[in-house]
């Protein structure tokens, strides 16, 4: 929004609670600047920076949001894409503080070997989950109910429409990473080689159609 000199990282945040529009503040003590932020966790996301103050302003948003949760997280799991920023953070549960106290962001990858966090605007990333060692993947929340299969059409393809297509060890796996997918749809399963497909429409993108040795659904039926 703007930035400005004022003596404290205090009266920093009380010019942010007196402007309309404004939700977080970075303050350099360095030489009193601060900014003015009209996002939770300014445009691309809270990052690390030596030197830097910063605080949204309502930090109480996420109520229900714990760091240590992982029944939305994936493990040896990759969300490509739909990166917002990425960084070194000291743990999977800063990455996912970082994530929450951002407003656009859906999901993170961590990766455990150097630790670098990527934050990310859409829930399972660009095109959804892909299996990846040494990774761990978070969506800020999803469905933890157990997947409903009784929808699956045996001998059916839905064909077109891919996300994107991976090995998963049973229809299960397939249908719950579609269902981390913020565009996934539907899917194809070929148990002979444990092929997955994610789709972004139901039915796929010219609708079922009988094929021998598929397993198709729509991951809401």
Same mark, same amino acid.
């Given at each position: 929004?703007?930035?400005?000199?004022?003596?404290?990282?205090?009266?920093?945040?009380?010019?942010?609670?007196?402007?309309?529009?404004?939700?977080?503040?970075?303050?350099?003590?360095?030489?009193?600047?601060?900014?003015? %932020?009209?996002? =939770?966790?300014? @445009?691309?996301?809270a990052?690390p920076?030596?030197?830097?103050?910063?605080?949204?302003i309502?930090?109480g948003?996420? %109520?229900?949001?714990?760091?240590?949760?992982?029944?939305?997280?994936?493990?040896?799991?990759?969300?490509?894409?739909?990166?917002?920023?990425?960084? =070194?953070?000291?743990?999977?549960?800063?990455c996912?503080?970082?994530?929450?106290?951002?407003?656009?962001?859906?999901?993170?990858?961590? =990766? %455990?070997?150097?630790?670098?966090?990527?934050?990310?605007?859409?829930? @399972?990333?660009?095109?959804?989950?892909?299996?990846?060692? #040494?990774?761990?993947?978070?969506?800020?929340?999803?469905?933890?109910?157990?997947?409903?299969?009784?929808?699956?059409?045996?001998?059916?393809?839905?064909?077109?429409?891919?996300?994107?297509?991976? %090995?998963?060890?049973?229809?299960?796996?397939?249908?719950?990473?579609?269902?981390?997918?913020?565009d996934?749809?539907?899917?194809?399963?070929?148990?002979?080689?444990?092929?997955?497909?994610?789709?972004?429409?139901?039915? #796929? #993108?010219?609708?079922?159609?009988?094929?021998?040795?598929?397993?198709?659904?729509?991951?809401?039926?």
């Amino acid at each position: 929004m703007r930035d400005f000199k004022t003596e404290t990282f205090e009266e920093c945040a009380q010019q942010c609670r007196e402007s309309e529009g404004c939700k977080c503040i970075t303050y350099r003590p360095s030489d009193k600047n601060c900014w003015l %932020k009209n996002k =939770r966790g300014g @445009g691309n996301g809270a990052h690390p920076k030596d030197g830097l103050i910063s605080m949204n302003i309502d930090c109480g948003v996420n %109520k229900n949001f714990q760091s240590s949760d992982r029944s939305c997280a994936m493990d040896n799991w990759d969300f490509g894409g739909a990166d917002m920023r990425d960084f =070194r953070a000291a743990d999977f549960e800063e990455c996912s503080i970082a994530c929450s106290d951002s407003a656009d962001c859906r999901s993170i990858t961590f =990766r %455990k070997s150097d630790n670098n966090c990527w934050l990310k605007r859409k829930q @399972g990333g660009d095109k959804g989950p892909r299996p990846q060692e #040494g990774l761990i993947s978070r969506n800020m929340e999803c469905d933890t109910s157990d997947i409903d299969t009784s929808c699956q059409r045996s001998n059916y393809d839905f064909g077109g429409a891919d996300l994107r297509d991976f %090995k998963a060890d049973s229809i299960q796996v397939c249908a719950g990473a579609c269902r981390m997918s913020q565009d996934c749809q539907s899917i194809t399963y070929r148990p002979s080689d444990k092929n997955c497909w994610l789709k972004n429409k139901r039915g #796929g #993108g010219n609708g079922p159609s009988s094929k021998g040795g598929l397993i198709s659904m729509n991951v809401s039926c």
